[in-house]
Structure formats: C-alpha cells, structure tokens
C-alpha cells in the first residue's frame, strides 16, 4: 500500500530536516507572515517536476515553492511571481523569443514588492543518468558546475532593482554560486525536496521550521578547486584533504537560534589502543526559538605513521532543544575510527596523540 497519510507525514518531515540554510545576513529569516508584498521569482518556483529528482514515483499530491508560500503567508499579502527565465537556455533565442524576454514581468515584480525571494538551481533535465537529462548537452554529466548562464543573470538584474533577495535552491548537487551568494541577503538549499517541498521551504521561510539541515559533501566555488578526474589520488579531496578554502564546507548549515557547548567529559585522558573512548558533551540553545543543533565529533591523529586526513568525522547527533534547554550528548570512539591504512593496507592502530574537535561544525577557518 502506497500513499497513505503516514507516507505523505514522512515524506514532510524528510524535506524539513534536510533543508540547509546557507547564508543569513542580518537575520532577514526567516520573514514575517504578514509582510506586504513579496516577489516570487525564477524558474523552479512553480515547477512540480524539480521536486522530485530522478528515480522517482509521481505523488498523488505535491505542492511546488510559489504554492507553499501562498499557503503560508497572511491573506493580506499580496504575491507577485514570475518565472522570469527558463532553468538552461543553450542558444539566445529559440523559435524567435529570447532567453532572457521573461526578464521584463520579473522586474517589474520586484519593483513592487518587500523582498524578492528567487526559486533556482537545476533540474534532472540536466543532471541525472544518460538519456534521463534531455536537456544536457553531455548526457547528464555537467562539465561546469555554475548556475545556469541565464540564471545569472537574471540574479544580476534582480539584485539592480535593491529589493533584499533570499535565494532557495533546489539542485542534486553543488551550484557555484560565489557571486549570487554576495548579492543576496540569504541563501537556502531545498535539494529535491519532494512531493512535499513546497510546504517545506515555505515554512521554513516564515519560522514554521527552524532549519537544522547540515551538508553532506564539500561545496567548491568553481571545478579549478577539484583535482583531475584521472586522478585517484586523496590529495585536495574531500573536507578531509582539502587546503582551500570551498564556498561551503562540509558539515556546514545555519540556524534561527544559537548553541552554546561545555567542555566534553573524557572518560580517559589517555587509553590502551584498541579501547574506545567514551565521552560527553552538553549542548545549549541560547537563542530565542527552539531548534535542532547537529553536534558534530572530529578526530585529528597527530601522531600518525603514514599520511592522514587533518581530522575526519567520527561522530554525529542532531539533538532537538527547547529554548534554554541543555542536553548532554554521549559519544563513542571506536578503535576503528583511529587506525590507520598502513603499507599493506591493512588497519592499525598505533601509539600517539590525537585531538577531537566538538562543536557544531567541522573545524575549518570557514566554519
């Protein structure tokens, strides 16, 4: 039996959790109910497709960005939306219209609105399997991996018009985004957030949800920071071995309220190898709603007899926190977790020193 209402409740709550708030300069999220006018703006706001990724059923009900946010704001708000473009144009014009002639009825949307929040990214018309992405030019792969040309620059012409922007991005993968993360005000990451998406992000828009969501991979500023793809070795991969510094590190994800941490409880200030360590950490919410903070545990060896990682995630817990509420969040190290691959590629674990990170991030300059 499919899609019953235990499966739409699920399928919500997995589109609230994972969405990631990027960026969220002076506090413009999430925005009140009862603004006056807002400008819904970009070619996935109103699209159910994008919704859903690939590999996918087809829900009996969706709901896309634009009629999330009608749902969820004031009756007295008045909406002005426009797709403004389409998600990829690889010629300027097509059948006599240009890609950019969508351009005009967005402009004057914002003009009239508070606040312009743009819906963009891609789509599994151009990422995805070959065959499935008919729109890619290589068959479902991306060569680059910036927002679409014309994408660009309808943020570009938005931005001119000085309305605070709040970009929402649905996308499988990472989008280059160093620019339009600069002009705008905030930036929220929805994914392919599924048949109930729409409701999602508009919630976590106007405070309904606070998002909690914290990034999987590391999230580069353009292919010059990823090693060739001939490459097999570690070097400059992943968050582990990576030197520069990436648009959004890996781990990394904002907050409506704050957290404060105490000092973690060793069990042991030193252990025979081959024991676990056990330990725990208290974790506050200081701020003034209630959310959920994703404590993160990293484990540097510094003292290892081969090439390691700077530090490497051991240890996870997204832990939901009333205001004011404190929690103390117990942990295990397994002897796994600090061996090393030696010269025959075989898991040892030797004498030295260590050093473990906790806190709500990974330990990077970014972060």
Same mark, same amino acid.
């Given at each position: *039996?499919?899609?019953? $209402?235990?499966?739409?409740?699920?399928?919500? =709550?997995?589109? &609230? /959790?994972?969405? %990631?708030? @990027?960026?969220?300069?002076?506090?413009?999220?999430?925005?009140?109910?009862?603004?006056?006018?807002?400008?819904?703006?970009?070619?996935?706001?109103?699209?159910?497709?994008?919704?859903?990724?690939?590999?996918?059923?087809?829900?009996?009900?969706?709901?896309?960005?634009?009629?999330?946010?009608?749902?969820?704001?004031?009756?007295?708000?008045?909406?002005?939306?426009?797709?403004?473009?389409?998600?990829?144009?690889?010629?300027?014009?097509?059948?006599? *219209?240009?890609?950019? $002639?969508?351009?005009?009825?967005?402009?004057? =949307?914002?003009? &009239? /609105?508070?606040? %312009?929040? @743009?819906?963009?990214?891609?789509?599994?018309?151009?990422?995805?399997?070959?065959?499935?992405?008919?729109?890619?030019?290589?068959?479902?792969?991306?060569?680059?991996?910036?927002?679409?040309?014309?994408?660009?620059?309808?943020?570009?012409?938005?931005?001119?018009?000085?309305?605070?922007?709040?970009?929402?991005?649905?996308?499988?993968?990472?989008?280059?985004?160093?620019?339009?993360?600069?002009?705008?005000?905030?930036?929220?990451?929805?994914?392919?957030?599924?048949?109930?998406?729409?409701?999602?992000?508009?919630?976590?828009?106007?405070?309904? /949800?606070?998002?909690?969501?914290?990034?999987?991979?590391?999230?580069?500023?353009?292919?010059?920071?990823?090693?060739?793809?001939?490459?097999?070795?570690?070097?400059?991969?992943?968050?582990?071995?990576?030197?520069?510094?990436?648009?959004?590190?890996?781990?990394?994800?904002?907050?409506?309220?704050?957290?404060?941490?105490?000092?973690?409880?060793?069990?042991?200030?030193?252990?025979?190898?081959?024991?676990?360590?056990?330990?725990?950490?208290?974790?506050?919410?200081?701020?003034?709603?209630?959310?959920?903070?994703?404590?993160?545990?990293?484990?540097?060896?510094?003292?290892?007899?081969?090439?390691?990682?700077?530090?490497?995630?051991?240890?996870?817990?997204?832990?939901?926190?009333?205001?004011?509420?404190?929690?103390?969040?117990?942990?295990?190290?397994?002897?796994?977790?600090?061996?090393?691959?030696?010269?025959?590629?075989?898991?040892?674990?030797?004498?030295?020193?260590?050093?473990?990170?906790?806190?709500?991030?990974?330990?990077?300059?970014?972060?």
């Amino acid at each position: *039996v499919v899609d019953r $209402d235990e499966h739409r409740k699920l399928a919500h =709550a997995m589109a &609230r /959790a994972s969405i %990631v708030l @990027l960026k969220n300069e002076g506090g413009v999220l999430p925005l009140r109910r009862d603004i006056g006018s807002l400008a819904v703006i970009g070619p996935n706001a109103d699209d159910r497709e994008v919704l859903l990724g690939n590999y996918n059923g087809v829900p009996s009900q969706s709901r896309t960005v634009l009629e999330g946010i009608r749902a969820a704001v004031s009756p007295a708000t008045r909406i002005w939306y426009a797709a403004g473009c389409d998600i990829v144009r690889n010629e300027d014009t097509v059948w006599g *219209v240009r890609a950019d $002639d969508g351009f005009a009825e967005a402009l004057a =949307a914002a003009e &009239r /609105a508070e606040v %312009v929040v @743009l819906v963009l990214g891609i789509s599994n018309r151009i990422e995805g399997e070959e065959g499935g992405a008919t729109q890619s030019p290589w068959q479902g792969d991306r060569i680059r991996i910036e927002l679409p040309v014309i994408q660009q620059r309808l943020v570009s012409a938005m931005a001119a018009k000085g309305r605070p922007m709040v970009i929402v991005l649905l996308t499988g993968s990472p989008l280059a985004i160093p620019r339009e993360h600069d002009l705008a005000k905030a930036v929220l990451l929805a994914w392919y957030p599924g048949q109930a998406g729409g409701e999602a992000v508009a919630e976590t828009l106007f405070g309904g /949800a606070n998002p909690a969501g914290r990034l999987p991979i590391t999230w580069v500023k353009s292919v010059e920071q990823l090693p060739p793809f001939t490459d097999y070795a570690m070097r400059g991969r992943t968050y582990r071995f990576m030197e520069q510094e990436p648009l959004y590190p890996f781990g990394y994800g904002l907050s409506y309220t704050t957290f404060a941490y105490g000092t973690p409880k060793l069990s042991a200030r030193s252990i025979a190898a081959g024991d676990p360590l056990n330990f725990s950490v208290e974790v506050r919410n200081t701020g003034a709603v209630a959310g959920d903070e994703v404590v993160q545990v990293y484990l540097g060896d510094l003292e290892a007899s081969v090439r390691v990682a700077r530090w490497k995630l051991v240890g996870f817990a997204r832990v939901p926190l009333a205001v004011g509420e404190a929690k103390s969040v117990p942990f295990t190290i397994g002897a796994r977790s600090m061996a090393v691959v030696n010269g025959r590629g075989r898991h040892v674990v030797g004498p030295g020193r260590f050093r473990l990170h906790v806190g709500g991030r990974q330990p990077d300059a970014r972060s």
